[in-house]
Nanobody, 124 residues
Framework: QVQLVESGGGLVQAGGSLRLSCAAS????????MGWFRQAPGKEREFVAA????????AYADSVKGRFTISRDNAKNTVYLQMNSLKPEDTAVYYC?????????????????WGQGTQVTVSS
C-alpha cells in the first residue's frame, strides 16, 4: 500500500513557475514508476509526465515538453514536478500516481495508487 500526498499548488501568473511535490509513504517507493496527471474542469484526466523507478527514464505530454520537468528523490520518498513558463491552459487539479508495472507508463489505468490532488491556477 502506498499513500501519496501532493503539495505546492497555488495561483500564479502566466509565465511564472511552480514546483509540485508528492510525498509517498511506504518503504517500497523506489520500486514504483511515478506519474503526474491533471484534470481541468469539464475535461478528462490527462497524462502530464512520468518517471521510472530509478529516475533514469522520463516521458512527457507534448503540451508540457520543454516547460515541465519530473524528478524523484528515492531517499526522501518524493517525486517532483517543476513547472516553468506556465500558461492559463495549465490550470487544473494535478495528481500524482504510482505504478507497479511499466517503465514510464502514460495510461492512467496502469497506475495503482493516486493522491488527492493539488490545484494549480494560472492567471492571464
Amino acid at each position: 500500500q502506498v499513500q501519496l500526498v501532493e503539495s505546492g499548488g497555488g495561483l500564479v501568473q502566466a509565465g511564472g513557475s511552480l514546483r509540485l511535490s508528492c510525498a509517498a509513504s511506504g518503504r517500497t517507493f523506489r520500486s514504483y514508476a511515478m506519474g503526474w496527471f491533471r484534470q481541468a474542469p469539464g475535461k478528462e484526466r490527462e497524462f502530464v509526465a512520468a518517471i521510472s523507478w530509478s529516475g533514469g527514464n522520463t516521458a512527457y505530454a507534448d503540451s508540457v515538453k520543454g516547460r515541465f520537468t519530473i524528478s524523484r528523490d528515492n531517499a526522501k520518498n518524493t517525486v517532483y514536478l517543476q513547472m516553468n513558463s506556465l500558461k492559463p491552459e495549465d490550470t487544473a487539479v494535478y495528481y500524482c500516481a504510482a505504478a507497479q508495472t511499466g517503465w514510464v507508463p502514460q495510461a492512467s489505468a496502469l497506475y495503482d495508487y493516486w493522491g488527492q490532488g493539488t490545484q494549480v491556477t494560472v492567471s492571464s
